[in-house]
Structure formats: C-alpha cells, structure tokens
C-alpha cells in the first residue's frame, strides 16, 4: 500500500472520531507520555454514554475521566494505577485489577476481556501508510490488534518508533489530527540518601550485564554511576533519560545480549523531550508489546540480568510491598514479578529490591516486623534476592526466616534497628 496524498481528509473533529463508542462498551485507553488527551477530553463532553468501562495502564494528565461527575457513565478500570486515579480508585469511583504486565495484553487477545474500542496516540504514517504506536507499545499493542474499532489522534510530535509498532491506516476506524508536544518531565536529581542507593546498587552491576531500570530518582541515580562499565544492554519494560548518556559514551552496545542483540529493547518510554528525540526513528531502539519484554523466558536467556525494582514496604521475612499502602492502591503489580523471576533465573543475574530505609520524613521505617493490613505482596519472600537500603546490600536467597530478618534489621535505619531486634526476637522466639 502507498500512502494516498489526501489521507488527511479523513480526518474528523475529537468528537466524530468517538462515533462508534456506545453504552456498555469496553475501551483500552493508551498510557503514559501517549495518553490520547484530545480524544479523552472529547469523551468527557459525550453525556448520552452509559456503564462504558475503560482499561488502561498509567495514564498523564489530570484524568477527567474518572472525575465524580462521570460516576455511571465512565467506569475506570486502571491495570496500573497512576497518580491521577489514585483518589477515584480509594473513593470507590474506579476500581483496580491485580495482574502482572506481561499477562495484560493476553487478556485483549484472547477475547477473556473483548475490546470494542482502542483510543490511541500515533505516530503520522510513512510512505507506505503505517503509523506508530509511539512511546507506548505495552497492552496497548494486543489492544489495537483485538479491539473492533481504533480511533486514533495522529499526532505530528509523536516519534516514530521502530520494533513491533507498526498501525496501518486503514485499521484506523477514525481519526483526528493534533500537533501538539506529548506528555515530558525532567528527569530530578537524587537526594543523598538516593545517591548512596545508586552507588550500593551499581557496584552491583558487572560488565556485560543487562539492565532492567525503570523511571525514578533511584534508577537514575544508578545509571549515573555505571559509566566505567563495559558492554551493557537494556531489556526492560522501560526506560527514561538516564539510558541516552550511556549509550552515547559507548557504555551499553547491547553487544553480548542473546534477545535482540545490539537493540535496546522496551515496551514504553517516559521522560524529556530529549528521550523522545533519541527514540524517534531510532533503529537501535526496539519496542515491543509488554507480554514480550516480560516475558520471563526471554528475560532469562539474557546472560547477568540486573533488575531493580522498588517497594513501598518490605517485612522481615522478605515480603515485598510495592503497590499499596495498606488497602490504599498506589501503583500496580507492572513487571516486577517478571522481571525478579527473570533476572534470578539468568546466568550470573541479579534481582535487586531497592528501597530508602524510612518513609514519612523519616518517623517511618519501611522495613517491618509484618506489612501493613491490606497490604499487597508484589514480590513473594520465595523470589526476593537482593535488597538495597542507603545503609548496606543484602541477598537474602538461601537464608532462613531468622537469618532474613538480621539481614533486613542490618539495613534498616539505625533509629528503628533496636525495636526490630526485639519484634524479630518475639515472632522467632529466640
């Protein structure tokens, strides 16, 4: 197919576009930096849909979607809670699904939750009429293949990227078009206690590893402090900024990595415009659905696997809380069960848990003696390896309920070492 020169009057207003969805329907919205905003601002002002549930990961932007005045008609269902459903999500407005990413696109594909519409960001189309699905291929990839309609915003500031992306127009049910810059954030600097993370994290790190790293102060302080290593790769579910300078000075080639060799691989990106400048019609750069990159038998042939992930709270026998506080819904499961079982099943791999000793400027220790009621186990004890605090590495695999808990109690904060020793000698009897 050559891309016909007049495709550009096809396109229709945001609200035309949304002229399939009807009452009942089942809708993937696209996530993070491809969050289609012109189409969801347009479903805001649809009044006569009724009970229309929408399933989508992150999403940027202030989330409308979910506000009370849509109660009955818009149902959020988030895979990946974000910070603007937090709020909707503890006030009962918009409900949250457990699951690992990378059985997320399954559920599009196999019909378990059958897709009438998929709102999607792209990319313009080349020559031969393929669009990109962006910064985002993710779920949203199974959702643009399984849905019976796609309505699309083509965007001219989306970059084209390259991997398993490709949209062609005709798939397209309808669009409109915008130009408009996609959802950035500058990457912040770490603080101290951040910085000693990364250092203890990234002497960790040998060379030839493959990195797992995603958005966050901690990963970016770790990849600040890998540039004397040597052949790196990336395999992950993302990456942000922290990735560009590495690749530049020759530090990550991707060279000794057995999936994808030579490609840093992912399923999304987040972070500045120069990340989405990098990305932009990069061909060392590959994006796949995420039932792809998580998959934990790719994962694993890839030789020394490093995976960082972080948790909210951690207790003394190793259970690892990563998306709630509490009953509170923070974030989701994502791919940190992927990639920990991933990392700890690849030759010479590392399952790294990183976390600051205490929360709540400091009055709350996030190692405990048991986890907060409600409190979700992302991570079970049986798979947590390494665990990071600013005061010390330790890998737990092998060790016994007891030898876990002094090991943990090793790395808490000093201030709440003492009360720990005595709660881990009541629960151990010893």
């Given at each position: 197919m050559t891309l016909d020169p007049s495709w550009k009057n096809r396109a229709v207003s945001p609200t035309d576009a949304l002229a399939c969805l009807g009452n009942d329907q089942r809708v993937f919205v696209q996530g993070a930096a491809a969050t289609p905003t012109t189409l969801l601002e347009a479903l805001c002002l649809r009044r006569d849909l009724e009970r229309v549930r929408l399933y989508h990961l992150h999403t940027a932007g202030p989330g409308h979607f979910a506000d009370p005045e849509h109660a009955g008609r818009l149902r959020s269902i988030s895979l990946f809670t974000g910070p603007p459903l937090r709020e909707a999500v503890a006030a009962g407005r918009a409900d949250f699904m457990p699951i690992f990413l990378s059985d997320i696109p399954g559920l599009f594909v196999s019909g378990r939750i059958p897709l009438d519409v998929a709102l999607v960001q792209l990319s313009p189309p080349d020559a031969h009429g393929n669009c990109t699905l962006g910064t985002s291929v993710d779920a949203a990839r199974g959702a643009v293949d399984s849905a019976r309609f796609v309505v699309a915003e083509i965007n001219e500031r989306m970059p084209r990227t390259h991997g398993n992306t490709a949209v062609r127009l005709d798939r397209i049910h309808a669009f409109t078009l915008s130009n408009h810059?996609?959802?950035?954030?500058?990457?912040?600097?770490?603080?101290?206690?951040?910085?000693?993370?990364?250092?203890?994290?990234?002497?960790?790190?040998?060379?030839?590893?493959?990195?797992?790293?995603?958005?966050?102060?901690?990963?970016?302080?770790?990849?600040?402090?890998?540039?004397?290593?040597?052949?790196?790769?990336?395999?992950?579910?993302?990456?942000?900024?922290?990735?560009?300078?590495?690749?530049?000075?020759?530090?990550?080639?991707?060279?000794?990595?057995?999936?994808?060799?030579?490609?840093?691989?992912?399923?999304?990106?987040?972070?500045?415009?120069?990340?989405?400048?990098?990305?932009?019609?990069?061909?060392?750069?590959?994006?796949?659905?995420?039932?792809?990159?998580?998959?934990?038998?790719?994962?694993?042939?890839?030789?020394?696997?490093?995976?960082?992930?972080?948790?909210?709270?951690?207790?003394?026998?190793?259970?690892?809380?990563?998306?709630?506080?509490?009953?509170?819904?923070?974030?989701?499961?994502?791919?940190?069960?992927?990639?920990?079982?991933?990392?700890?099943?690849?030759?010479?791999?590392?399952?790294?848990?990183?976390?600051?000793?205490?929360?709540?400027?400091?009055?709350?220790?996030?190692?405990?003696?048991?986890?907060?009621?409600?409190?979700?186990?992302?991570?079970?004890?049986?798979?947590?390896?390494?665990?990071?605090?600013?005061?010390?590495?330790?890998?737990?695999?092998?060790?016994?309920?007891?030898?876990?808990?002094?090991?943990?109690?090793?790395?808490?904060?000093?201030?709440?070492?003492?009360?720990?020793?005595?709660?881990?000698?009541?629960?151990?009897?010893?």
């Open positions: 810059p996609i959802f950035a954030a500058e990457p912040s600097a770490p603080s101290a206690i951040e910085d000693r993370i990364g250092s203890l994290v990234a002497d960790l790190v040998e060379d030839g590893s493959t990195l797992q790293m995603g958005i966050g102060a901690i990963p970016d302080a770790v990849l600040r402090r890998l540039g004397n290593k040597h052949d790196l790769g990336v395999h992950t579910e993302m990456f942000s900024d922290g990735v560009i300078d590495l690749v530049e000075s020759g530090v990550i080639t991707n060279r000794l990595k057995k999936v994808h060799p030579g490609r840093s691989v992912t399923s999304f990106v987040s972070g500045s415009q120069r990340l989405y400048d990098f990305v932009d019609d990069n061909l060392l750069v590959e994006f796949h659905g995420c039932d792809r990159t998580n998959d934990t038998s790719l994962i694993r042939k890839n030789d020394k696997v490093v995976a960082l992930n972080s948790a909210l709270e951690i207790d003394l026998t190793g259970q690892v809380c990563a998306d709630s506080m509490g009953h509170k819904v923070f974030s989701g499961i994502g791919g940190q069960m992927d990639f920990i079982r991933g990392a700890a099943l690849s030759r010479g791999g590392k399952a790294i848990i990183a976390l600051p000793s205490t929360a709540a400027r400091g009055t709350v220790s996030r190692i405990a003696s048991a986890l907060k009621p409600g409190a979700g186990v992302v991570t079970t004890r049986g798979h947590v390896h390494w665990v990071v605090t600013e005061h010390g590495a330790v890998d737990l695999h092998g060790m016994t309920l007891r030898e876990r808990g002094a090991a943990l109690i090793s790395i808490a904060h000093p201030d709440f070492r003492a009360e720990l020793r005595r709660e881990l000698a009541e629960i151990r009897h010893f």
